[in-house]
C-alpha cells in the first residue's frame, strides 16, 4: 500500500493518491489532473475511483476530466447530490481496491455531504483517515455558508459537525493518521496547523474538537462567532463541482493568445475586461499599464484573485512572463477563473516602449517616520487578527485587503497614503487598486510592518 499527498501551497489544499495490488483511488484531485495520471501510469496502474469528500467552494475539483481520462468511478457521501453519473455511498459502505478497503464514514457540518473515509490495510486495520473539510489539524472546517442550506443555519451545521467529530472521528484508534483536505492558510478553517499529516492521538491532545476543551454549546459558539462571509467565488465553484466544467486542456486552448500591443489596447477599452499583472510587485511598483491590478504569482495568488476580482466570468487580459503563462492559466482555472482572454506579447517590455505607464512609489522605514511624510496618512491592509497578534501602527486605518474594494469609500481619494501589510505583497496589491480607483497619491512601504516595527 502507498499513499501519497500532494499539496498545492497556493490553495492550502491536499490531494491523495493511494495506490495497492495494481488499482488506485485518488480524493479530492486538482482541476489539472496529469500528475495523477503519471503516477498511476509509471507504476502500471489503473484508477479505479475517484472520491470527492463534499462539493469543494474554494476549488474546482478534478474529478469529471479524471473519470473521463482513466474511466474511474466518481463516489461521494451520502447526501450528495451531482448532475452527473456518481456512486452516492451509503453510511459505513466499503470500497475495496488492490488488496485494501476504504470505508465510508459520513461526517457532516461543514456541508451536509461531507463525508470522511477509512483506509485499512491488507490485515483490515486502519491505517488513515482522510477527513476532507470536516476535521483539519489544530481545527475544524467552518460551516459551509457558501452553499445556503436552506432552513439550517450556521449555528445549525456547527452542532452537526461536532457530533460527527466526537460520535464517528474521536472513537477510532490513536495511531491511525489523519489526512485532512486543507492545511493553514485555506479560507475553509480558522486556525489550522502547519503540519499538514499527524496521527488521531496527537490530534485528541491538541485539537479544540476532540479535546473536551469545550462541550457542543461552546464550541458552536467559537466556531461561528466572527465567521467571515466566503469569497464571492466560492458559491460558483460549488456549482461547478456539482453541475460540471470545460476540461482543463479546453480552457488552455482558447486563453493562451498572444496579443501584440495594438490588439491588446483595443481588448482592454472592452467593457468589463480586467488587466491582470502577475509580475513581481518590485517589478509592478517600476511600471505598470494604467487601470491593471497587482497580483503576483508567487504569492498566495489563485485565492487573492478570488478575493480582489468579484465576478470569475469577467474577461482577463494577462501581463507577465510568457514562459509561465499557461501556468498562471492554470492556477485561474483551479478557482473557476476560466474567462482569460490572452495575453500581451513581449510582456511589459513592449508596452513600455508607448511611454505610457503607472508606477508605485515606494519609501523604506526611515522615510515612514520623516517629516516629508507626517501629514499622510497611513493604511494598513493586515488582517485584524495580525494587528491582535503582531502589533498596529498609531495613527494607521486599518481595511484588511480583501475588503478594501468594498470600503473603499471610506477613504479619501485626494490625499496621500502611505500603504503596508507585513512584508510588502498585499500592500502592492492594494497600491494597484487605490490607483485603479483614482487615488494618485500612494506609497508602498518597503517590507512592511517587518520594516517598520523597529521604529515602533
Known amino acids: 500500500m502507498y499513499v501519497k499527498q500532494i499539496y498545492t501551497k497556493c490553495l492550502s489544499q491536499a490531494s491523495y493518491y493511494i495506490e495497492s495490488g495494481g488499482e488506485a483511488v485518488v480524493i479530492d ?27 469543494h467552494a474554494d476549488f474546482v475539483s478534478g474529478h469529471l476530466t479524471l473519470a473521463k481520462l482513466t474511466g474511474a468511478k466518481i463516489i461521494y457521501g451520502p447526501n450528495a447530490d451531482p448532475k452527473f453519473d456518481a456512486i452516492i455511498a451509503t453510511d459505513n459502505q466499503v470500497f475495496k481496491f488492490g488488496k485494501v478497503t476504504l470505508t465510508t464514514i459520513h461526517t457532516p457540518g461543514h456541508t451536509l455531504e461531507s463525508t470522511s473515509f477509512l483506509l485499512k490495510d491488507k490485515n483490515g486495520k486502519e491505517h488513515s483517515i482522510f477527513t476532507g473539510d470536516t476535521l483539519f489539524l489544530g481545527d475544524v472546517g467552518i460551516p459551509d455558508v457558501a452553499q445556503r442550506y436552506k432552513g439550517l443555519s450556521k449555528e445549525d451545521l456547527a452542532g452537526i459537525l461536532f457530533d460527527s467529530i466526537n460520535k464517528r472521528i474521536k472513537p477510532l484508534p490513536n495511531d491511525i493518521l489523519v489526512y485532512p483536505a486543507h492545511g493553514a492558510g485555506s479560507a475553509c478553517g480558522k486556525k489550522m496547523m502547519k503540519q499538514t499529516i499527524d496521527n488521531l492521538g496527537n490530534q485528541k491532545e491538541v485539537n479544540y474538537s476532540l479535546n473536551n476543551s469545550c462541550n457542543k454549546n461552546e464550541f458552536v459558539k467559537l466556531l461561528t462567532d466572527n465567521l467571515p462571509e466566503p469569497p464571492s467565488y466560492f458559491p460558483y465553484n460549488v456549482k461547478l463541482n456539482q453541475e460540471g466544467y470545460d476540461d482543463l486542456s479546453e480552457i488552455l486552448k482558447r486563453s ?3 496579443f501584440s500591443v495594438e490588439d491588446f489596447e483595443k481588448k482592454m477599452n472592452l467593457n468589463g475586461v480586467k488587466i491582470l ?59 473557476g477563473f476560466d474567462n482569460v482572454l490572452g495575453y500581451l506579447e513581449g510582456g511589459f517590455k513592449s508596452w ?13 522605514s526611515n522615510q515612514f517616520y520623516s517629516k516629508k511624510f507626517e501629514n499622510s ?27 478594501l474594494l468594498s470600503q473603499i469609500d471610506d477613504l479619501e481619494v485626494n490625499s496621500e497614503y502611505l500603504v503596508f501589510c507585513a512584508g510588502g505583497y498585499r500592500s502592492v496589491i492594494a497600491a494597484s487598486i487605490l490607483q485603479a480607483n483614482s487615488f494618485k497619491y500612494v506609497y508602498n512601504i518597503l517590507g512592511g510592518f517587518n520594516s517598520i516595527k523597529g521604529h515602533l
Not at 484531485?29 to 462539493?55: G, Q
Not at 513600455?352 to 523604506?364: G, L
Open 29 to 55: 484531485p486538482l482541476r489539472d489532473v496529469n500528475e495523477y495520471i503519471k503516477i498511476a501510469d509509471h507504476a502500471s496502474v489503473k484508477i479505479k475511483y475517484v472520491i470527492e469528500t463534499h462539493f
Open 277 to 335: 499583472d502577475v509580475r513581481s510587485h518590485y517589478d509592478f511598483c517600476l511600471g505598470h499599464i494604467p487601470n491593471s491590478i497587482f497580483i503576483g504569482i508567487d504569492g498566495g495568488f489563485a485565492p487573492w484573485v478570488g478575493a480582489i476580482f468579484s465576478d470569475v466570468n469577467q474577461p482577463i487580459l494577462l501581463v507577465a512572463d510568457e514562459s509561465r503563462v499557461e501556468e498562471i492559466i492554470t492556477r485561474l482555472s483551479r478557482i
Open 352 to 364: 513600455q516602449q508607448k511611454n505610457n505607464y503607472n508606477k508605485v512609489n515606494s519609501i523604506d
Open 377 to 403: 496618512k497611513i493604511l494598513d491592509v493586515r488582517n485584524s487578527s495580525e494587528l491582535e497578534s503582531i502589533g498596529k501602527v498609531s495613527g494607521a486605518k486599518n481595511i484588511s485587503l480583501q475588503n
Open 256 to 258: 493562451n493568445n498572444p
